[in-house]
């Protein structure tokens, strides 16, 4: 599959995005909830401290819970900048920055554990058994705090239990094995077995509940993306009726008119048979134009449809200028143009009655829309294929109604000199583009003129003879 091809609605491709982007969404939420609670956790580590140390005061040595405080009080200083380096630096960038700054910075979390772990080298075995107790009740504590404050960041989460843990079990073999030689107490291997349970639990907790805060946000995301949808296909929806209310009013307007001169002309010959010569042409040309907005309105009716059926096959384009040129000659001279023809020859692959319609329309626009000089029809190679281009030399159009001129119904503000239409051959136009994949461009300059450009696929002879699966369709 050619990886440079558009996505389509439920294509695989299109799926792994859709994963992507929702995988992107969630970790950037999951980092700003974990960084929303860091400053509260500090805060109450922070307050832990002196605890520490009062408990401990008189029964650990000295120079020794003077190193750990120094040791508690420099990680916080590190992790409150760190925070402050977060708020400013990355909490309203985009998923690569969070990612960047937990791949930074998640180290320091995993320090915080080691110091706060390590104070079990200051008490264990040493203090009494009622100072150890308080001091172990803070460690569980920050353990079973941690999995409500960190989990959201399960790569944090991990290495602060981890390393809260590995500090504790080698602060009990150093115990057990260098200051006091085997064997412990029963009481020890005990308390060795209740840090092992304990910290498989947390472990647990902590991963369950980031499983459940990631599926909350993935359950959001899509929440939001249907919402989004909904909201999207509604407003397309209205547009539509919107659009179809606008299309009605301006076809029952144009029809109208018509009509309406019909029924005058109609009165007039009653009243005044003996004018048959003068009305019959009028009535004549009021008939035309219904006709003529009838078959415009079926046209865009069955493009709209997708209900056309393309016949794709060579297009000899010196045969169909050609037959342009016979059908619409006369009616430049009827206004005095000059319609001349340059023409490379050339094929492309199209569907030739439609692509006759299409370039038809465009010489019609630019018979009716120029007043003195004249029309040229030109083919040449183009960018992938061959391209044939409209000139004219009439009103051109302004840049601000540029876009404007292919809705329907839509025409620019009468020049004098030109005919004004019923704003439909543009619209046509630009169906017959997309139902042939042809790509229309143009450029115009008020009072000079307007060139229509189409660039279409050149016709290549080989596709028959491999089989091209869509040649005939």
Request: proline residues 3%; glycine residues 6%.
């Amino acid at each position: 599959m050619d990886s440079a091809a558009p996505l389509l609605p439920g294509d695989s491709r299109h799926v792994v995005a859709d994963i992507a982007a929702r995988d992107d969404w969630v970790d950037a939420k999951l980092t700003r909830n974990f960084m929303r609670n860091a400053r509260p956790a500090l805060n109450s580590a922070a307050l832990v401290i002196p605890v520490i140390v009062v408990v401990l005061y008189s029964s650990v040595d000295h120079w020794a819970l003077l190193s750990w405080t120094l040791a508690a009080v420099l990680l916080m200083v590190m992790r409150y900048r760190v925070v402050r380096i977060y708020q400013r630096d990355y909490a309203g960038s985009g998923v690569d920055r969070q990612r960047a700054f937990i791949a930074r910075y998640g180290w320091t979390w995993t320090l915080g554990a080691v110091v706060w772990g390590s104070s079990m080298f200051l008490y264990f075995r040493k203090a009494p058994d009622f100072d150890q107790f308080i001091c172990l009740i803070v460690l569980v504590g920050m353990a079973g705090f941690s999995v409500g404050a960190f989990a959201a960041c399960l790569r944090c989460f991990m290495g602060y239990i981890n390393g809260l843990a590995y500090t504790i079990l080698a602060a009990m073999a150093w115990s057990v094995a260098v200051e006091r030689p085997f064997p412990g107490t029963v009481t020890t291997y005990a308390l060795v077995m209740l840090v092992l349970i304990y910290w498989s639990a947390v472990r647990m907790a902590g991963q369950r509940l980031h499983r459940v805060q990631r599926s909350n946000l993935e359950l959001q995301f899509a929440n939001a993306q249907l919402i989004a949808s909904l909201t999207d296909k509604t407003r397309t929806a209205l547009e539509a009726v919107e659009a179809k209310n606008r299309f009605i009013a301006s076809a029952a307007h144009d029809l109208r008119q018509p009509v309406h001169a019909l029924s005058l002309y109609a009165d007039w010959l009653r009243a005044e048979p003996e004018l048959v010569l003068q009305i019959t042409p009028k009535i004549v040309q009021s008939t035309q134009a219904v006709n003529e907005l009838f078959n415009s309105l079926f046209d865009l009716a069955k493009l709209d449809a997708s209900v056309v059926e393309v016949n794709w096959q060579r297009v000899d384009l010196l045969s169909m200028v050609g037959e342009l040129e016979m059908q619409y000659a006369p009616l430049a001279r009827e206004k005095g143009l000059d319609l001349r023809t340059h023409v490379l020859a050339g094929a492309v692959r199209s569907d030739p009655v439609l692509l006759k319609r299409l370039l038809g329309n465009l010489l019609s626009n630019a018979i009716r829309h120029t007043e003195r000089g004249g029309v040229l029809l030109a083919v040449r190679p183009g960018e992938d294929g061959w391209r044939v281009e409209v000139w004219d030399t009439g009103v051109g159009v302004a840049p601000e109604h540029q876009q404007a001129i292919f809705q329907e119904f839509y025409r620019v503000a009468r020049h004098n000199g030109t005919e004004e239409g019923f704003g439909l051959g543009l619209a046509i136009v630009t169906r017959l583009c997309g139902a042939l994949n042809h790509r229309l461009s143009m450029q115009s300059r008020p009072g000079q003129g307007t060139v229509f450009r189409l660039d279409m696929e050149a016709f290549d002879e080989g596709e028959v003879a491999r089989g091209r699966p869509d040649f005939h369709h």
